[in-house]
């Protein structure tokens, strides 16, 4: 602030005494620009950060949850259905014969697991190939071995 003399009301000059200015109407705000622009700009550069690390981390096969085995049998189940599904290109139907059933025996612990694939996949594979197994968190037991247990009976009676 500078200092200057100013008369007073008995018209006395006093020296060093600032002076007195009526407040202002409007408060005048500090540029802080600069300062908003590099928050703004680490800010972007830490959501830009975690984009790409969600993208890189989706394109990690799973790790730890596979497990290595031999397929030692394959069940087809027959039951036909059609599965309709409405979507982005209008409504698809799809015929689907029944359920295509790989049976593997885990090489760890001789586990055996029904893997449910699809046509292709089941088409792909033979009895005594090795296959890959995604283990379930929950031991992985399935609902529907005892329909494939029901229907492999039928097929040895045959």
């Known amino acids: 602030m500078t200092q200057h003399t100013e008369p007073n009301p008995d018209g006395e000059v006093k020296a060093g005494v600032p002076a007195t200015s009526p407040s202002p109407s409007r408060v005048i705000i500090k540029n802080r620009f600069r300062q908003d622009l590099i928050i703004g700009l680490v800010a972007g550069a830490a959501v830009l950060g975690f984009v790409l690390f969600a993208i890189l981390s ?78 379930p968190e929950g031991g992985g037991r399935d609902v529907f071995e005892e329909a494939a247990k029901q229907l492999k009976a039928e097929q040895e009676h045959k």
Do not use: H, W
Request: glycine share 12%.
């Open 58 to 135: 989706f394109n990690r096969e799973v790790g730890g949850l596979g497990k290595p085995g031999v397929i030692i049998e394959k069940l087809f189940i027959p039951q036909a259905e059609t599965q309709i599904t409405i979507g982005k290109v209008g409504v698809e139907k799809e015929e689907i014969a029944g359920k295509y059933i790989l049976r593997v025996k885990l090489d760890i612990n001789g586990e055996i697991y029904n893997v449910y694939v699809d046509p292709r996949t089941y088409a792909k594979y033979t009895v005594g190939q090795s296959y890959m197994v995604l283990k």
